[in-house]
């Protein structure tokens, strides 16, 4: 369903570093990236929609207005969201930028915060302002592996997936990198995802195609139906692969679209595939529907019930689990109309019963990956949704995490 | 927190019996229920609002349509959702009802049905037409125990709540009855709630009120956030309390209201207390909102977290995760307002953290209630909302059900 290796070359101008500020209260090891591009980038974000937010949210949120997106660095830290710590939070944000800003002599409005980690714990500026001069040291393009490993919390593995296109003749590369365990896990497995190209591209044009791009990845992923107070995506664009600047609609513009589009539902994917706890990897494909809008409804649903989702770690061909959360999804749908296939088998033909050979496909769907197909028969619009399932081992991981 | 005794006064005119007709996949024992009220009773009905609806639920609307809303029968029965099941499913709960009618003497559609149990699977008429005389044979007032454990699928329990009321000088009962580990446990846990009473009342009046029992009842308990489609509450009144007829706003319909949505409430609670593993009943009390609406959509949003119902499973006082999910209600909130107490110590002041003692709260958190407490100082509306911990026995029992 999903293998890609990409090669990683990476985008020209951005340089990456990481050390161990000791933030972390389970384990050790790096938990601050800094982040650079050596020229000043266009940058598009998206940030939680929950109304509780970090301060690195609101700050990064406040600086972008300011610099009119545009930045030339990123601080990130795990193991502390700096998240409900009022205006002290507030300060050691600010503290973190300045100083930031002050080593590469750069406004700190250009300066991007991301934190990930446990809520409501204070968090100490120094820890990460004495951090950065000997991070600045060791800036280098290559630093963008310890990067990825520095921001994880309960994931098991780094996250990244790149791309290289051609555009006006020039080889324009992306590079992105995430984490996250949970879509949404307030304290610990918020989502934050960075994307870095060298296309040289509209900064308005960048913020208009990047909620698109977030609609057709990170909207379409869920572990636990939650929603961080941190999450974040930062696409950064430093134009230095110099290329004819992409601003509008053209066949080029779209090339660059779907290249993002692709890396950011690469890394979308390898989060619900590193579910807390999750076994499987499971695609919902929802096709035949009246409107996208309405597949995506039903696919969200299905994807979104914790019974099929313990289904599938169960191996149980349950389609009538399936079939009542794409009923449950709060738009149009006649069972009467509808099938649902699992790994390609015809489980339940026009809302009822089909007949399969049930012990075959139970050895099916013991895979690492499950597909879900439903067709609606009311229209020719589809959608995609990706989850995992959902196991015994998510409790154990929730359950106990922050004491 | 919540702990009623109720001596049961079965209301007059009401008679139950159960059997066993093999419907069950897993153990055995009595799995069909037949209730009969002696009286033509005005019934008031709320059925799931899935858009995938069981069979019998929607021969229950047809019938309560033909009617115009008065019943003298319920046959139930658990093994078997009779959901997804076609032409076929219809004619199966057309042939109980036929029956039921016939061996009572009554109008086919004045018989209400209500199943549970695995979806996608045909049932035979023949299975519960067979039973239903010998059933008819044996109905009597204290009946309702049986059936009360003939409903049952995951539950562990039967669940069973009553009153009495003095009415225009005249005794009044109520009894209910409900079977539901999960409030939506489409292949199985479904909820289906019966409750009787003697009282005299408008068939449309008791209509009126259902909703609103409904609502600060069986509408205020989440175990896994889906919805079954087979979940149905009947509410029967045959008047045979000869009390003077309620039928509209007065101390006397209060009185009634106010009974039967203690009921209903009692039977809701003890749903959320045998929740599918669960070890743990929360109530989450939302206070100071600027509506009841703002509040129930602050309680059901913290109710429904997986990671907030994860954390009392694990003792731990994780507040961040708690007014994470207030966040994510949809509704307006200032964290900078908001307090949360948990079983009555202030965890989180002002959108941070308060000092406690964690050890000491630990404790208190390790019984088998808790109170989850939250003050928005938005106005003055409040909303409860109760709900189980998330267990990883609900993992084992959701992922091995069906097969």
Redesign the interface.
Known sequence: MHKRNNKIEVPRGFMFAAGAAGLRTHGEGPDVGFIRSEAPAKVAALFT?????AAPVMLSQEHLRKSKYIAQAIVVNAGN?N????EQGMQTAAECASKAAELLGIPAEQVLLASTG?????MQAQSITTMLPKLMARLKPGGYAAVSKAILTTDTRPKLAAATISLSGRQVRILGMCKGA?M????LATMLAFIFTDAAVDGQFLREITPRIGDLSFNRISV??????NDTVFVMANGLAANKPISGKSAEAEKLVQALTEVARELAIKIVMDGEGARKLIEIRVEKAASEAEASAIARSIG????VK??V??A??????I??????AGV??R??LTDIYLDGVLV?R????AEFN?SAL?RKLRGREVVIRILLRAGTAQSTFWTCD???E???I??????
């Open positions: 929609s929950n109304l509780v937010k969201a998240c409900a710590t009022g446990v809520i409501g714990v204070p949970g949404i896990n307030p304290c636990d139906g939650d929603t961080s107070t979104s019930s914790a019974l313990t289904a770690a169960g149980d061909p349950n389609w009538g689990r079939l009542s959360a794409a009923g449950n149009e749908l069972p009467e339940c026009k809302g009822g019963a049930e139970q959902l196991t015994e998510y409790i154990r929730n359950a106990s995490y922050r004491t």
